[in-house]
């Protein structure tokens, strides 16, 4: 069964780049399935950022799109998720996903708390 | 971009009690629309998608419905195991989720 794993910095500072990696065990990163990243804060409740699939199609969620960028790495099974000018509503957990072409989410990585600091 | 709307935001009840969520959308998305649940600590679980596909594992205790804007999660008979906080999301243009209801023991 596929896992995935996030990893990454636990605190960013403010206006600076929030940048984590997703490794994927258990199943390679093809192009039957997009990789996304969802965060999750108190406030905003699960948001949606973007995905990438093998041939390095991204789509974004239009509120973070001049910010973000997510890259795939298949040498690596792993991918990539960069957020720059981070706030503090940038605090969040961040989890990488592997969702299917019809769009729903089916395997999760256990999250990673990122903190913003000033 | 496409809004959900979840009712209850809390639900207290009871074992063997039925429960049932609803998620409005903001339009129509047809039925591609998935249900998840969500411990303290943990990711969310993928637990219903295209409205009513029970996914493979999950207890057929849980069941989906609904097309178009509204869509339901029930579970026909509450086990302490289900005690969790469901989300909906919509899969129809881009990803959007609702804001969560919260099962909690009565």
């Known amino acids: 069964q596929v896992q995935l794993h996030e990893s990454g910095p636990g605190l960013v500072e403010l206006s600076g780049t929030l940048s984590l990696t997703c490794g994927v065990s258990?199943?390679?990163?093809?192009?039957?399935?997009?990789w996304s990243w969802v965060r999750q804060s108190p406030g905003e409740g699960l948001e949606w950022i973007g995905e990438v699939n093998l041939a390095e199609i991204t789509n974004y969620n239009p509120p973070f799109k001049s910010r973000v960028s997510i890259s795939v790495d298949k040498s690596k099974n792993q991918f990539s998720l960069k957020v720059t000018s981070v706030t503090a509503a940038d605090t969040a957990f961040y989890y990488c996903?592997?969702?299917?072409?019809?769009?729903?989410?089916?395997?999760w990585g256990q999250g990673t708390r990122v903190i913003v600091s000033s | 971009d496409i809004q959900m709307t979840q009712s209850p935001a809390t639900l207290s009840a009871s074992v063997g009690d039925r429960v049932t969520i609803t998620c409005r959308a903001s339009?129509?998305?047809?039925?591609?629309l998935a249900w998840y649940q969500q411990k303290p600590g943990k990711a969310p679980k993928l637990l219903i998608h295209?409205?009513?596909n029970l996914v493979s594992g999950v207890p057929s205790r849980f069941s989906g419905s609904g097309s178009g804007t509204e869509f339901t999660l029930t579970i026909s008979s509450l086990q302490p195991d289900d005690f969790a906080t469901y989300y909906c999301q919509q899969h129809d243009n881009y990803k959007t989720f609702g804001q969560g209801t919260k099962v909690e023991i009565k």
């Open positions: 339009q129509s998305i047809s039925v591609w």
């Open positions: 295209k409205a009513s």
């Open positions: 258990g199943g390679s990163i093809n192009n039957d399935y997009w």
């Open positions: 996903v592997r969702g299917s072409h019809e769009g729903f989410l089916d395997f």
